[in-house]
Every structure is written in structure tokens, then in C-alpha cells.
């Protein structure tokens, strides 16, 4: 075992996973067949320099297998990172659901998490500006219970008929496959100009949520309106949410697309190497319950996938933990054979009628089906249950499972007609009754067709700087967009949302600013009815503001895995160094040297230290803060590097902490601007280590943005 997984040896899949696993440690290379191999250096030949013989049995196996690796990449959600965990309970939810890993507290449910971009190939950058996705694979002891979510709580759309349409605007043009991994081009906006009930969720997509600063740091949410039921067979609704313990936060755009190019597997390293280092990712699964009676309650339909529950309606109860605390052994067969489903439920949780995860429902086996070739895809490892299958299901593709019975149907008497169904006292699955007395009909409900009042609700919940963001993404998205015609619906469609906003974006585009909220048409209306019923109406939300909804109110109290620049080249003050490093480590933070050459440095006590980048190999966008301890010739070398003072310049307008010390103030007081009121907020100089560390915590200091801009 590995020492990783002596460390969980309590995740029963883990466990279940080691069978599986193979090595090569202290073996000899063998064919697929277990032939020892003696040559991998040459293939068999007719002569020294002679053709290579069809007979070479060990090159053909070995070529054709190479030949064969590539799967199809999922068609949406195609670049993911996965690692796994444990989920525990600090309460019993029995008087809710009757589901085990919510009311069993001593239970360590195990988990395997796949978060990912949606839009981007395999291969695309983390940064892209994209929704994420947040899927958990519970392995519990009643079998597994997938949640499959994002990390926004709306859609954008009402029904899963439009699903194709969606991906097929928002992936690469068809005709030149231009561009990978980003919605800011002509189709995609074309299709979201003419389908405002697009509206909410693009408020999300264009805010800093759609460039997280990490994984971890990130919300997740089931999107859906669920059913939870309990042991006596009554119903609740639910919405999941997952709250990061580290906080929400996010990058700024300039940033996103700089780390693309430095390192476009930010998101995937940054996962990683917290895990590696120990510094377990934590969130909180709350839940929001509403009874069956308040079904109807709200002035939205809890089954619309275009709305949320604000908070202060239905507070998010937090009812266990989920700690990752172990990487994956191998990409392939684990984190790229998941397969996850939003119909894998288990007893105490159900479906509810919202039309999107209706549709969903379908979806997930059948890409499995294509994407992993086989019916057969619940036998990949990863994807096993912990808890045995049994069935009468046989054969196909690839089928690993040596059904030892005699028979493969039921009813049986030959095998006393075993596997036999299960009484739901013993844990047998029977769906929620629910009433249903209805037409067959293709249609939208009256009650899914406000479209603004919650982008309008999302947008007045966002701090200041928050609004900056989003009006400067819609700025580029739409600047991108070649045809005149889909930017104007843009902005018509912006005018329902808020006219301030709107006006800024039709100013940068050169549009004519509006002088009043426009009526932006629906086109997504069958060819038989008439606009009329599907027109789309601005609701009045009881809740104007929402402080859920804004990242300036989220946790800002630890520095726990935040990336600290020191930058420090030979004849640094040791003290300044070793105490700052000293306090990073204290608060689990990473303090990593940039240097002006690599290899070692000597400080001016001759203390040697390894050093981690040099300017050429790193990049402060890489990074959440600058620290430039003093000591006259490291300040003197660094400062004479051009990429050293845009190390810092550009820190500074990112508005991360900047912290220095004795030269290293001077330096850098030389280099950054005052502000208009002193002294800009979060440059931390001469002052106690702890100071700049407690300015780390903070994120960012938006107030800095752009007061003055500085050239970066
Ligand atoms: Fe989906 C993958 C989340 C709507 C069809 N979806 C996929 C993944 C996530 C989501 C996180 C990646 C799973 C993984 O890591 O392997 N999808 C969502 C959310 C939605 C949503 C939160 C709306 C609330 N999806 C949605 C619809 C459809 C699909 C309406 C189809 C009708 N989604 C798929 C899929 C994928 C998928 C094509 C691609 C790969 C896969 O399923 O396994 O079936």
C-alpha cells in the first residue's frame, strides 16, 4: 500500500480500488499475455537491415494498443480534475429523508469528486471564463448516489429539448472550430440574445464565478428543485448546496487569461498539489428544505432551473462535511472513466418534475454508452458500488462479472428465485407516488416565464467592484461578437436587467444607449403558438438583495494554501526571509522563492536556500501575493530584472497584498502608485510579517482597481 493510503485506509472504496491496481515495481516487462520480454528496443527484422516481419507478435500487440487508446471526450464537460474523499453527517436528517450517509453519523460515506470546465476540449485551459462542474460520487452503503452539479445554482435553460442547441452555440464555430473553450463569439450570443429566460444564468457566467481562483474555492450546487423522503414516505423539496470552507473566490480577467498561457493547468495543479501537500479541500453539504404544502409559496416556480431560493427565503442548513484527502493513482482510469448521473439515487431521495433534469435523466446513460463503449461501464472500477450488484443483466461488451447462477431471469424456482426484490423495510427502492392528472402536451408552464427579476436580483446583490467585473466581461464577450444585430439584442436584453448597465455595454460597443428597458423578444416559442404565451415578463421578487449571491461576503479569515511570492536572489536579509516563511508555514500558507537564477541562494547570515522560480519560470499571476524581504543586494539584483518590476506592477493591479521590508520598500515604493488617499490598500511595508499574512487573507483590494490603472 501506498503511504497515501495508509493514511485513509477508512474509504472502503479506496480499498475496493487496490485489486484493481498494478505497479510493475521490481517485474519484468511482459506482452498483455504475461510473456517476459527480452528486446523493447527492436523490432523483429528480416536481416539487420532488413523489413520488419508481420510475425512480431510483441510489436503488433504493443502498436495496436497505442493505436487504441483515445476514447471519445465527453461532449460537454470534457476537461475535469477528480479526486477522493469522505463525506461525513453532523446530524441525523431522518425527519427528512431516510437516505443512510444523511442520517448515520458514524459513517465516513466515501467519495470520488470530478470538478470541470463545460465547454473547453480535454486539453483547454482551466481559466477559461465557463461555468464548472461539481460532481460527487457518494459510494454508499445502499448503493451509489450521484450528485451532479455546478458551481452556479440556475441554467440556462427551462427545458432539456434546448440542451443541444445550447452546447452546439457555445462550443467552436462549426465551420473553422475557432474558438476552444469560450463563449465570446457570434453563435453563442446569437442563441442567448433570442432566449431571455438565458438571462439569469448569464449574469452568473459573465461575474468572477466564472473564473474561480481555485476549485476549492468554489460553490457547488444541484441546480434542480429534488425530493427528499423519509421513512414514513413523506416528501420535502430540496435544493443541495456544497460550501467551500476556504471561501469563494475568484481571479480577475486580465489574470485568467494570462495564467492560460502559464499555465493553462492552474485549476489541475493547484487541486493537486493541496492535496499532496495535506492541505485537505473542505465543503459543507447545506441543504434548503421546503415543505410540500410551500410548494407553490414563492413568486417563481421551485421547479424552474432558471431560479434559485434566495437565502434569506430558505436558509441552507449545513449538514455534513466532504474532505478530499487523496489523488488519484491514474488520470485515465479514474478520473476520465467516471461516469456520473443524475438518476443515480438512492432510498430518501427523488426526482422532481422540473423539465431540464427530466431530460437529463436520459442523457447521462446514453453518452456513457458511446463515450465508454459498452453497457457494461458500472463494471469500471471507479465506478463500482461498494455494495455488490446482482441482477440479471448479462454479457456485452467487455463484460468483466463471471455470473456464476444458473439462471439470468425472474421469476425463477431454479435458483429459489434469487437475487430476489427487496421489501422497502430491507431497503428496496420504490419511487415517490406522486399524483400526476394531466393532458399530454408540449408546453411551457405560465409559471417558468419571468426571466429577469432574478438577473436583476443577482446583479443588485454584487458589491461595486463585482458590477466592474461583469459590465467589463459583457464589454468583451460582446466586443468579440462580429454581427452588429445580436449585439443590439444584447443590450435590448440588458435593458430588462438594469439600464446602467446596459448603457455601459452599448457605449463600448458603439450602440446607440438606450433610453429605457427594451422588449426583448422570445424566440423560443413553437411554430403554432403564439408569442403571447411565451412572452417573456419581468416578476417582482419579494428580495431585492441577496448577500448570498455576492463574493464580497464570504470568508476571509485564513491564509491556509494561498501562494505567496518572496522575492529574494542572493544576500537576502535572512532574518526578514526565514521569519516570513516561518509565519507562511504557520498558516499553511506556501511561501516559494523567486529568484533571479535557479538552483540555490545564499542569504546574508550565508544560510543557503533552495530556490523554487526564477521571473523566466513563474509569473505573479500564478500567485496571492508578493513579498520582498530587504537586503541591499538581492533588492539591487532583482530590481535590475524588467520582469521583476512587472512581477510586482501587476501584482499590484490584481489588487493582491504586496507586502516589503527595508530595501525591498524602497524598491517597491518607487515602483507602485500612491493611490489618491495615501497609501494604496493592502501594500503592507515595514510592518510586523502577521500584518501582511492577515492582508493575504483578504483576497483582493478591490478598492485599488483602477485608482489609477497602472500599465501591466
Ligand atoms: Fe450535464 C455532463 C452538470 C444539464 C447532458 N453535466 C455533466 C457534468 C456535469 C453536468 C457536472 C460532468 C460530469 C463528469 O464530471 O463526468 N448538466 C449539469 C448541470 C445541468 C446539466 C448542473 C443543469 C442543471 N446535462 C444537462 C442537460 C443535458 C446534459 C440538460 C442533456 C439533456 N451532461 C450531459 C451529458 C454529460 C454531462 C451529455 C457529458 C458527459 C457525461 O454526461 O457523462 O450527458
Same mark, same amino acid.
Given at each position: 500500500?501506498?503511504?497515501?493510503?495508509?493514511?485513509?485506509?477508512?474509504?472502503?472504496?479506496?480499498?475496493?480500488?487496490?485489486?484493481?491496481?498494478?505497479?510493475?515495481?521490481?517485474?519484468?516487462?511482459?506482452?498483455?499475455?504475461?510473456?517476459?520480454?527480452?528486446?523493447?528496443?527492436?523490432?523483429?527484422?528480416?536481416?539487420?537491415?532488413?523489413?520488419?516481419?508481420?510475425?512480431?507478435?510483441?510489436?503488433?500487440?504493443?502498436?495496436?494498443?497505442?493505436?487504441?487508446?483515445?476514447?471519445?471526450?465527453?461532449?460537454?464537460?470534457?476537461?475535469?480534475?477528480?479526486?477522493?474523499?469522505?463525506?461525513?453527517?453532523?446530524?441525523?436528517?431522518?425527519?427528512?429523508?431516510?437516505?443512510?450517509?444523511?442520517?448515520?453519523?458514524?459513517?465516513?460515506?466515501?467519495?470520488?469528486?470530478?470538478?470541470?470546465?463545460?465547454?473547453?476540449?480535454?486539453?483547454?485551459?482551466?481559466?477559461?471564463?465557463?461555468?464548472?462542474?461539481?460532481?460527487?460520487?457518494?459510494?454508499?452503503?445502499?448503493?451509489?448516489?450521484?450528485?451532479?452539479?455546478?458551481?452556479?445554482?440556475?441554467?440556462?435553460?427551462?427545458?432539456?429539448?434546448?440542451?443541444?442547441?445550447?452546447?452546439?452555440?457555445?462550443?467552436?464555430?462549426?465551420?473553422?472550430?475557432?474558438?476552444?473553450?469560450?463563449?465570446?463569439?457570434?453563435?453563442?450570443?446569437?442563441?442567448?440574445?433570442?432566449?431571455?429566460?438565458?438571462?439569469?444564468?448569464?449574469?452568473?457566467?459573465?461575474?468572477?464565478?466564472?473564473?474561480?481562483?481555485?476549485?476549492?474555492?468554489?460553490?457547488?450546487?444541484?441546480?434542480?428543485?429534488?425530493?427528499?423522503?423519509?421513512?414514513?414516505?413523506?416528501?420535502?423539496?430540496?435544493?443541495?448546496?456544497?460550501?467551500?470552507?476556504?471561501?469563494?473566490?475568484?481571479?480577475?480577467?486580465? =489574470?485568467?487569461?494570462?495564467?492560460?498561457?502559464?499555465?493553462?493547468?492552474?485549476?489541475?495543479?493547484?487541486?493537486?498539489?493541496?492535496?499532496?501537500?495535506?492541505?485537505?479541500?473542505?465543503?459543507?453539504?447545506?441543504?434548503?428544505?421546503?415543505?410540500?404544502?410551500?410548494?407553490?409559496?414563492?413568486?417563481?416556480?421551485?421547479?424552474?432551473?432558471?431560479?434559485?431560493?434566495?437565502? $434569506?427565503?430558505?436558509?441552507?442548513?449545513?449538514?455534513?462535511?466532504?474532505?478530499?484527502?487523496?489523488?488519484?493513482?491514474?488520470?485515465?482510469?479514474?478520473?476520465?472513466?467516471?461516469?456520473?448521473?443524475?438518476?443515480?439515487?438512492?432510498?430518501?431521495?427523488?426526482?422532481?418534475?422540473?423539465?431540464?433534469?427530466?431530460?437529463?435523466?436520459?442523457?447521462?446513460?446514453?453518452?456513457?454508452?458511446?463515450?465508454?463503449?459498452?453497457?457494461?461501464?458500472? $463494471?469500471?472500477?471507479?465506478?463500482?458500488?461498494?455494495?455488490?450488484?446482482?441482477?440479471?443483466?448479462?454479457?456485452?461488451?467487455?463484460?468483466?462479472?463471471?455470473?456464476?447462477?444458473?439462471?439470468?431471469?425472474?421469476?425463477?424456482?431454479?435458483?429459489?428465485?434469487?437475487?430476489?426484490?427487496?421489501?422497502?423495510?430491507?431497503?428496496?427502492?420504490?419511487?415517490?407516488?406522486?399524483?400526476?392528472?394531466?393532458?399530454?402536451?408540449?408546453?411551457?408552464?405560465?409559471?417558468?416565464?419571468?426571466?429577469?427579476?432574478?438577473?436583476?436580483?443577482?446583479?443588485?446583490?454584487?458589491?461595486?467592484?463585482?458590477?466592474?467585473?461583469?459590465?467589463?466581461?459583457?464589454?468583451?464577450?460582446?466586443?468579440?461578437?462580429?454581427?452588429?444585430?445580436?449585439?443590439?439584442?444584447?443590450?435590448?436584453?440588458?435593458?430588462?436587467?438594469?439600464?446602467?448597465?446596459?448603457?455601459?455595454?452599448?457605449?463600448?460597443?458603439?450602440?446607440?444607449?438606450?433610453?429605457?428597458?427594451?422588449?426583448?423578444?422570445?424566440?423560443?416559442?413553437?411554430?403554432?403558438?403564439?408569442?403571447?404565451?411565451?412572452?417573456?415578463?419581468?416578476?417582482?421578487?419579494?428580495?431585492?438583495?441577496?448577500?448570498?449571491?455576492?463574493?464580497?461576503?464570504?470568508?476571509?479569515?485564513?491564509?491556509?494554501?494561498?501562494?505567496?511570492?518572496?522575492?529574494?536572489?542572493?544576500?537576502?536579509?535572512?532574518?526578514?526571509?526565514?521569519?516570513?516563511?516561518?509565519?507562511?508555514?504557520?498558516?499553511?500558507?506556501?511561501?516559494?522563492?523567486?529568484?533571479?537564477?535557479?538552483?540555490?541562494?545564499?542569504?546574508?547570515?550565508?544560510?543557503?536556500?533552495?530556490?523554487?522560480?526564477?521571473?523566466?519560470?513563474?509569473?505573479?499571476?500564478?500567485?496571492?501575493?508578493?513579498?520582498?524581504?530587504?537586503?541591499?543586494?538581492?533588492?539591487?539584483?532583482?530590481?535590475?530584472?524588467?520582469?521583476?518590476?512587472?512581477?510586482?506592477?501587476?501584482?499590484?493591479?490584481?489588487?493582491?497584498?504586496?507586502?516589503?521590508?527595508? =530595501?525591498?520598500?524602497?524598491?517597491?515604493?518607487?515602483?507602485?502608485?500612491?493611490?489618491?488617499?495615501?497609501?494604496?490598500?493592502?501594500?503592507?511595508?515595514?510592518?510586523?510579517?502577521?500584518?501582511?499574512?492577515?492582508?493575504?487573507?483578504?483576497?483582493?483590494?478591490?478598492?485599488?482597481?483602477?485608482?489609477?490603472?497602472?500599465?501591466?
Amino acid at each position: 500500500m501506498k503511504e497515501n493510503d495508509k493514511k485513509n485506509s477508512q474509504n472502503e472504496k479506496v480499498d475496493k480500488l487496490q485489486p484493481f491496481s498494478e505497479n510493475g515495481d521490481q517485474e519484468h516487462l511482459s506482452t498483455n499475455q504475461g510473456l517476459k520480454i527480452n528486446d523493447n528496443q527492436n523490432s523483429l527484422k528480416a536481416g539487420e537491415r532488413g523489413p520488419t516481419l508481420l510475425e512480431d507478435f510483441i510489436m503488433r500487440e504493443k502498436i495496436t494498443h497505442f493505436d487504441h487508446e483515445r476514447i471519445p471526450e465527453r461532449i460537454v464537460h470534457a476537461r475535469g480534475s477528480g479526486a477522493h474523499g469522505i463525506f461525513e453527517l453532523y446530524e441525523s436528517q431522518q425527519n427528512y429523508t431516510k437516505a443512510g450517509f444523511l442520517t448515520d453519523t458514524s459513517r465516513k460515506t466515501p467519495v470520488f469528486v470530478r470538478f470541470s470546465t463545460v465547454a473547453g476540449s480535454r486539453g483547454s485551459t482551466d481559466l477559461a471564463r465557463d461555468v464548472r462542474g461539481f460532481s460527487v460520487k457518494f459510494y454508499t452503503e445502499e448503493g451509489i448516489y450521484d450528485f451532479v452539479g455546478n458551481n452556479m445554482p440556475v441554467f440556462f435553460i427551462q427545458d432539456a429539448i434546448k440542451f443541444p442547441d445550447l452546447i452546439h452555440a457555445v462550443k467552436p464555430e462549426p465551420h473553422n472550430e475557432i474558438p476552444q473553450a469560450a463563449s465570446a463569439h457570434d453563435t453563442f450570443w446569437d442563441f442567448i440574445s433570442l432566449m431571455p429566460e438565458s438571462t439569469h444564468m448569464v449574469m452568473w457566467l459573465m461575474s468572477d464565478r466564472a473564473i474561480p481562483r481555485s476549485l476549492r474555492m468554489m460553490e457547488g450546487f444541484g441546480v434542480h428543485t429534488f425530493r427528499l423522503i423519509n421513512e414514513a414516505g413523506a416528501s420535502s423539496f430540496v435544493k443541495f448546496h456544497w460550501k467551500p470552507l476556504l471561501g469563494v473566490h475568484s481571479v480577475v480577467w486580465d =489574470e485568467a487569461k494570462k495564467i492560460s498561457g502559464n499555465d493553462p493547468d492552474f485549476h489541475r495543479r493547484d487541486l493537486w498539489d493541496a492535496i499532496e501537500s495535506g492541505t485537505f479541500p473542505e465543503w459543507e453539504l447545506g441543504l434548503q428544505i421546503i415543505s410540500e404544502e410551500d410548494e407553490h409559496k414563492f413568486d417563481f416556480d421551485i421547479l424552474d432551473p432558471t431560479k434559485l431560493i434566495p437565502e $434569506e427565503l430558505v436558509p441552507v442548513i449545513p449538514v455534513g462535511k466532504m474532505t478530499l484527502n487523496r489523488n488519484p493513482d491514474n488520470f485515465f482510469a479514474e478520473t476520465e472513466q467516471v461516469a456520473f448521473h443524475p438518476g443515480h439515487i438512492v432510498p430518501g431521495i427523488d426526482f422532481t418534475n422540473d423539465p431540464l433534469l427530466q431530460g437529463r435523466l436520459f442523457s447521462y446513460t446514453d453518452t456513457q454508452l458511446s463515450r465508454l463503449g459498452s453497457p457494461n461501464f458500472h $463494471e469500471i472500477p471507479i465506478n463500482r458500488p461498494i455494495n455488490g450488484v446482482h441482477n440479471n443483466q448479462r454479457d456485452g461488451h467487455m463484460r468483466q462479472t463471471i455470473n456464476t447462477s444458473k439462471t439470468s431471469y425472474e421469476p425463477n424456482s431454479i435458483s429459489e428465485n434469487y437475487p430476489a426484490q427487496a421489501k422497502v423495510a430491507d431497503g428496496g427502492f420504490s419511487s415517490y407516488e406522486e399524483r400526476i392528472d394531466a393532458r399530454k402536451i408540449r408546453a411551457r408552464s405560465e409559471s417558468f416565464r419571468d426571466h429577469f427579476s432574478q438577473a436583476k436580483l443577482f446583479y443588485n446583490s454584487q458589491s461595486e467592484a463585482e458590477k466592474n467585473h461583469l459590465t467589463d466581461a459583457l464589454r468583451f464577450e460582446l466586443g468579440k461578437v462580429e454581427r452588429e444585430e445580436i449585439r443590439k439584442r444584447m443590450v435590448g436584453i440588458l435593458t430588462q436587467v438594469d439600464l446602467e448597465l446596459a448603457s455601459k455595454v452599448a457605449e463600448a460597443l458603439g450602440l446607440e444607449v438606450p433610453s429605457g428597458p427594451e422588449k426583448p423578444i422570445n424566440h423560443s416559442v413553437p411554430a403554432d403558438a403564439s408569442q403571447e404565451d411565451y412572452e417573456s415578463k419581468t416578476g417582482s421578487s419579494k428580495i431585492k438583495v441577496s448577500a448570498a449571491l455576492s463574493m464580497e461576503n464570504t470568508i476571509k479569515d485564513t491564509i491556509k494554501s494561498r501562494q505567496i511570492a518572496v522575492l529574494a536572489t542572493d544576500g537576502v536579509n535572512s532574518e526578514q526571509l526565514q521569519e516570513l516563511i516561518k509565519a507562511a508555514q504557520a498558516g499553511s500558507a506556501q511561501a516559494k522563492i523567486v529568484a533571479t537564477h535557479n538552483g540555490h541562494i545564499k542569504d546574508d547570515k550565508g544560510v543557503i536556500h533552495k530556490v523554487d522560480f526564477t521571473f523566466l519560470t513563474t509569473a505573479s499571476v500564478l500567485f496571492d501575493a508578493v513579498y520582498v524581504p530587504g537586503g541591499k543586494l538581492s533588492v539591487n539584483a532583482i530590481k535590475a530584472e524588467a520582469d521583476a518590476q512587472h512581477f510586482v506592477v501587476e501584482a499590484f493591479k490584481h489588487c493582491k497584498a504586496i507586502g516589503s521590508q527595508a =530595501e525591498g520598500t524602497e524598491w517597491i515604493s518607487q515602483l507602485l502608485p500612491d493611490g489618491s488617499n495615501g497609501k494604496p490598500a493592502g501594500v503592507i511595508t515595514n510592518q510586523p510579517v502577521q500584518k501582511f499574512l492577515n492582508a493575504v487573507s483578504q483576497h483582493r483590494f478591490w478598492e485599488r482597481e483602477k485608482k489609477p490603472d497602472v500599465p501591466a
